[in-house]
């Protein structure tokens, strides 16, 4: 597992790891533009993140239950003031106190991978989004907490931007999700465009199967316009250039998708860089207007 890394690896070790690992998601610029102060704070966060995702998918399957717990566990402690153990805690804890975060989005991200390990299929888009809102919206509820702008008119934009780059990130792995034994396409789409679980083990993705994924993609992009305007026109300051780049992150992506036909099973669709902070720059313009 990559961010259960040895605990006696210094700060700076763990912190080019957390740096390497974060350059493969869809929407890295944004955190290397900020000061140094918020990106400690992300770092904490996505190292508690990766640590979560890493037991839940990488973890032999008969102590992930277990190694779940002793997060939890932890947690107990942040939210008591007491010492956790985890070295990923330990860095989580004073970001958690001096930004007053609330525990139940730390929470409600490993109740994410605990579903994980009995739902292997969603049904409906609706039963999809339910698991985002365990999976996704947490996230942005607590990059909110970090920039000190969790206000409520804020969080239910900020949940839609985050179920949609969650949608568009089970587009882009549909394959190797399939191989780690897990369908995030919802199963009454694939019936609808006539696919076969077995399609998503092929080469080369199947037309009809592009079609579910050019869906999922469209309602993904639905999902971050709705969002991204409100989101944007109340945040301000580094926040605001943050999570420009995050929704541009999403929109690249969508972009990637779009121009390789959606072929996710052949080729590694990923935004390229230069269309990403084309889109990061037009995303603040359009926020000043």
């Given at each position: ?18 740096d ?14 900020l ?22 998918d ?7 239950s ?29 970001v ?5 975060i ?42 909110l ?62 037309t ?9 993609a ?7 316009d ?9 945040l ?27 072929d ?26």
């Amino acid at each position: 597992m990559e961010v259960i890394i040895d605990a006696s690896w210094s700060l700076e070790e763990r912190d080019r790891e957390l740096d390497r690992l974060a350059a493969r998601e869809n929407f890295p610029v944004a955190a290397r533009l900020l000061p140094a102060r918020h990106r400690a704070g992300l770092r904490a966060v996505y190292g508690f993140a990766r640590l979560v995702d890493d037991i839940g998918d990488e973890a032999p399957p008969e102590q992930r239950s277990k190694l779940l717990d002793l997060v939890d566990d932890d947690l107990d402690r942040v939210f008591a003031g007491r010492t956790p153990n985890l070295p990923q805690l330990r860095r989580l804890a004073p970001v958690a106190h001096a930004h007053r975060i609330p525990e139940d989005p730390f929470r409600d991200l490993i109740r994410a991978n605990r579903q994980d390990q009995v739902v292997h299929r969603y049904e409906t888009f609706g039963d999809l989004l339910a698991y985002c809102a365990l999976s996704a919206a947490p996230v942005g509820r607590v990059v909110l907490h970090l920039f000190r702008a969790h206000r409520p008119g804020l969080v239910a934009a900020s949940d839609d931007v985050c179920t949609a780059l969650q949608l568009i990130e089970h587009c882009q792995d549909a394959g190797e999700d399939y191989r780690d034994g897990r369908i995030y396409l919802p199963g009454e789409d694939l019936r609808r465009f006539g696919c076969a679980e077995d399609d998503l083990a092929r080469p080369v993705t199947p037309t009809r199967l592009r079609g579910v994924l050019a869906l999922e993609a469209g309602r993904a992009r639905e999902l971050l316009d709705r969002g991204a305007a409100p989101l944007m026109a109340g945040l301000t300051g580094w926040a605001r250039i943050a999570v420009a780049g995050y929704v541009a992150g999403g929109r690249a992506t969508l972009s990637a998708l779009e121009r390789g036909g959606y072929d996710v099973l052949a080729h590694r669709l990923r935004p390229q860089r230069a269309g990403l902070l084309a889109g990061w720059a037009r995303g603040l313009g359009r926020g000043r207007r």
